[in-house]
């Protein structure tokens, strides 16, 4: 969430109010790695990491599996996935400056999405196996 208001206050306020909105956040989470996070083992440990391909695959199945669970339908995930990505161009696309500027925070947090599943991935593609 730190990253998608970044990414908003970023393009709506600029940089000095999304520095505002990000840093004390990014302090606090470093002095409680320094302190702390190092010493965790678990899943999110970088020894634990999986690549980036496996990630991958993990996010578009996890991606996948939310619109299968939206319409209660196996099987028509990606399909569903490509007809929102279509749409959101086209809807993009044809409007104007002002509802562009509208549109930042919605599309911040779908890039945020996109974000928090392949940074799951790269914890837990091992599940998939």
């Known amino acids: 969430m730190v990253f998608i208001v970044g ?14 909105h990000v840093l004390p956040p990014a302090i606090a989470f470093s002095v409680w790695y320094a302190s702390l996070g190092r ?6 440990h970088p020894t ?10 993990f ?6 599996g939310t619109f299968e669970a939206i319409t209660r339908t196996h099987g028509v995930g990606a399909v569903l996935i490509a ?5 959101l161009y086209l809807v993009v ?17 779908l890039v945020g999405a996109v974000f928090f599943a392949v940074e799951t991935g790269s914890g837990r593609a091992y599940l998939l196996e």
Request: hydrophobic residues 50%.
């Open 7 to 20: 990414i908003v206050m970023l393009v709506k306020r600029g940089w000095r109010l999304a520095l505002f």
């Open 39 to 44: 010493s965790d083992v678990g899943p999110g």
């Open 48 to 57: 634990q990491l999986r690549p980036l391909p496996e990630a991958l695959h």
């Open 59 to 64: 996010a578009l199945v996890l991606v996948e």
């Open 83 to 87: 007809l929102f990505l279509v749409g």
């Open 93 to 109: 696309r044809r409007a104007g400056p002002e509802r562009r500027r509208e549109a930042v925070v919605p599309c911040a947090m």
